[in-house]
Nanobody, 125 residues
Framework: QVQLVESGGGLVQAGGSLRLSCAAS????????MGWFRQAPGKEREFVSA????????YYADSVKGRFTMSRDNAKNTVYLQMNSLKPEDTAVYYC??????????????????WGQGTQVTVSS
């Protein structure tokens, strides 16, 4: 089983930046396809970004493309989400997720089977 722990959330003004981290652990951990999702109050959880096992390919939702950058350091079992030019509509709980089944570089919640507890990101206008 994979354990995921997010950190780095907080309160920031519009136009500011935050960097989220997700540390992975587990007895059988190996590099998996990883994703970031977010959920705003009253809304469904939505895809933000995903990254391949090696980190050579990333995939973003249109709403964050050009502003967010996902990366990973497999030596540290950690993935990152650099968020720039933040907007109030980016306010949400951000979740890290792992695809241990190997569905591929997916954007659906159902394609990820391990989840962190989430970290709150609040962007003020």
């Amino acid at each position: 089983q994979v354990q995921l722990v997010e950190s780095g959330g907080g309160l920031v003004q519009a136009g500011g930046s935050l960097r989220l981290s997700c540390a992975a652990s587990g007895r059988t951990f190996r590099p998996y396809v990883m994703g970031w999702f977010r959920q705003a109050p009253g809304k469904e959880r939505e895809f933000v970004s995903a990254i391949t096992r090696s980190g050579d390919i990333t995939y973003y939702a249109d709403s964050v493309k050009g502003r967010f950058t996902m990366s990973r350091d497999n030596a540290k079992n950690t993935v990152y989400l650099q968020m720039n030019s933040l907007k109030p509509e980016d306010t949400a709980v951000y979740y890290c997720a792992a695809d241990t089944v190997d569905y591929g570089l997916g954007s659906a919640v159902s394609e990820y089977d391990s989840w962190g507890q989430g970290t709150q990101v609040t962007v003020s206008s």
